[in-house]
């Protein structure tokens, strides 16, 4: 009777692991147009941590080269964008060299160095989109240039002993050479001022049951391919969130990364291993026309691994208002998952896969206890 049972138990777990694998379906995002945001001049001045920039409190002075600072919206719809400064009727004064913040797909963040001309001025940028139409946003400030002036605020705040200004002008220079030399490397691959933006190749996410040792479902699990056409560094680890009915249920717990594997390797950015690229949702560099392929193993977040005897705990107290967690908890409706890679543009939906209570009797059924009050991972 009870090696029925067994088969009977197992057969049901195949059966609803089947019905719960399949391929994320694709969203269609909305993009909009690309505009301006903000354009700013900045002045590199010594702060708590170090150099960095900060806003320029005064008007540019004629002459003299600003660092300066870019915010577009709707960059996932620009295939290329170049920035330059126009006099008031709208006439060609210089081209901008920059470079973006960063390669997420979502940051619309550019920087460069502008020299301030002798009139005043607009910026614009031009380009072309996704879909072959033109690009054309202008800035609405006209920016006065001033004939002199002290940038404010000052690069090395006042009171400073002179042996320790050097030392911190020293750093200073450091810095702005730093940033020089980006702008140098943005004006050799980019003659014109014209950069191309890349584009990451997701293929289609597939996901399937992730099983304790026992054969229990306890998380999702997830499989894809990243193709990249320029070096990128990126967070290319899904966030995984389920879609509920109910308003009040909404946000209150998310899937998150245990564990998984990329191969190739990335290169580390300001991490010690793979576990802080999946895990912590680290960024990494990822090789131009490589092709990466992820498994990435996601389970609920109110669920903790310890780090030392690999055993896991329930956090029942993540959510303070009891009722609707034991309700959520409580729900045996199949429930849909939205998946995010926010870096590369890329959305798609799970259309039914189990809900938290599945999770959560298998997690307790496995042996996990509770967390108590405050979670600890160090068991």
Same mark, same amino acid.
């Given at each position: 009777?009870?090696?029925?049972?067994? =088969?009977?138990g197992?057969l049901?777990?195949?059966?609803?692991?089947?019905?719960?694998?399949g391929e994320?379906?694709p969203?269609?995002?909305?993009?909009?147009?690309t505009?301006f945001l903000?354009?700013?001049?900045?002045?590199?001045?010594?702060?708590?941590?170090g150099?960095?920039?900060?806003p320029?409190?005064?008007?540019?002075?004629?002459?003299?080269?600003?660092f300066?600072?870019a915010d577009?919206h709707?960059i996932?719809?620009?295939?290329?964008v170049?920035?330059?400064?126009?006099d008031?009727?709208g006439?060609?004064?210089?081209?901008?060299p920059?470079w973006?913040? +960063?390669?997420s797909f979502?940051?619309?963040?550019?920087?460069?160095?502008?020299t301030v001309?002798?009139?005043?001025?607009?910026?614009?940028?031009?380009?072309?989109?996704?879909?072959?139409?033109?690009?054309?946003?202008v800035?609405?400030?006209l920016?006065q240039?001033a004939s002199?002036?002290i940038?404010?605020?000052?690069a090395?705040?006042?009171?400073?002993?002179?042996?320790?200004?050097?030392?911190?002008?020293n750093?200073?220079?450091?810095?702005?050479?730093?940033?020089r030399?980006?702008?140098?490397r943005?004006?050799?691959e980019?003659?014109?001022?014209?950069?191309?933006?890349?584009?990451?190749?997701?293929?289609?996410?597939?996901?399937?049951?992730?099983?304790?040792?026992?054969?229990?479902?306890?998380?999702?699990?997830?499989?894809?391919?990243?193709?990249?056409?320029?070096?990128?560094?990126i967070?290319?680890i899904?966030?995984?969130?389920p879609?509920? !009915?109910?308003?009040?249920?909404?946000?209150?717990? !998310?899937?998150?990364?245990?564990t998984?594997?990329?191969?190739?390797?990335?290169?580390?950015?300001g991490?010690?291993s793979?576990?802080?690229?999946?895990?912590y949702?680290?960024?990494a560099?990822?090789?131009? +026309?490589?092709?990466?392929?992820?498994?990435?193993?996601?389970?609920?977040?109110?669920?903790?691994?310890?780090?030392?005897s690999?055993r896991? =705990?329930v956090f029942?107290?993540?959510?303070t208002n009891?009722?609707?967690w034991? !309700?959520?908890?409580?729900?045996?409706?199949?429930?849909a998952?939205?998946v995010?890679?926010?870096?590369t543009?890329?959305?798609a939906?799970?259309p039914?896969?189990?809900?938290?209570?599945?999770?959560?009797?298998s997690?307790?059924?496995d042996?996990?206890?509770?967390c108590g009050?405050?979670?600890?991972?160090?068991f």
């Amino acid at each position: 009777m009870l090696i029925g049972i067994i =088969c009977v138990g197992l057969l049901v777990h195949q059966v609803l692991s089947q019905a719960f694998s399949g391929e994320a379906i694709p969203i269609t995002q909305r993009i909009d147009a690309t505009e301006f945001l903000r354009f700013r001049f900045l002045t590199l001045v010594f702060g708590r941590e170090g150099p960095m920039d900060t806003p320029l409190t005064t008007a540019p002075v004629m002459g003299r080269e600003y660092f300066v600072e870019a915010d577009l919206h709707g960059i996932e719809s620009a295939s290329s964008v170049r920035f330059q400064l126009i006099d008031a009727a709208g006439r060609e004064l210089d081209t901008i060299p920059v470079w973006k913040a +960063s390669d997420s797909f979502e940051d619309g963040e550019f920087n460069g160095f502008v020299t301030v001309p002798s009139q005043p001025f607009r910026v614009v940028v031009t380009g072309v989109a996704v879909n072959g139409a033109s690009i054309r946003s202008v800035f609405a400030t006209l920016f006065q240039p001033a004939s002199s002036g002290i940038d404010a605020p000052p690069a090395i705040p006042p009171g400073i002993p002179a042996t320790n200004s050097n030392q911190i002008q020293n750093m200073m220079n450091a810095y702005r050479e730093q940033i020089r030399e980006q702008a140098r490397r943005a004006a050799a691959e980019h003659p014109d001022g014209t950069l191309v933006m890349s584009r990451t190749v997701v293929s289609p996410i597939r996901y399937e049951p992730l099983l304790s040792p026992s054969g229990s479902p306890v998380g999702i699990r997830l499989r894809y391919s990243i193709r990249f056409s320029s070096q990128q560094t990126i967070r290319a680890i899904p966030h995984v969130f389920p879609e509920y !009915a109910a308003a009040q249920w909404r946000g209150i717990v !998310a899937m998150k990364p245990l564990t998984g594997t990329i191969a190739p390797l990335p290169q580390m950015v300001g991490v010690q291993s793979l576990q802080d690229v999946i895990q912590y949702e680290g960024a990494a560099t990822y090789a131009a +026309s490589t092709s990466y392929t992820f498994t990435i193993d996601m389970i609920p977040d109110f669920v903790f691994q310890g780090t030392q005897s690999k055993r896991y =705990c329930v956090f029942t107290q993540k959510v303070t208002n009891r009722e609707i967690w034991n !309700a959520l908890i409580s729900s045996t409706d199949a429930v849909a998952y939205n998946v995010s890679i926010s870096d590369t543009g890329t959305a798609a939906r799970i259309p039914a896969s189990y809900p938290q209570k599945t999770f959560y009797q298998s997690f307790v059924a496995d042996g996990a206890g509770d967390c108590g009050s405050v979670p600890n991972i160090r068991f």
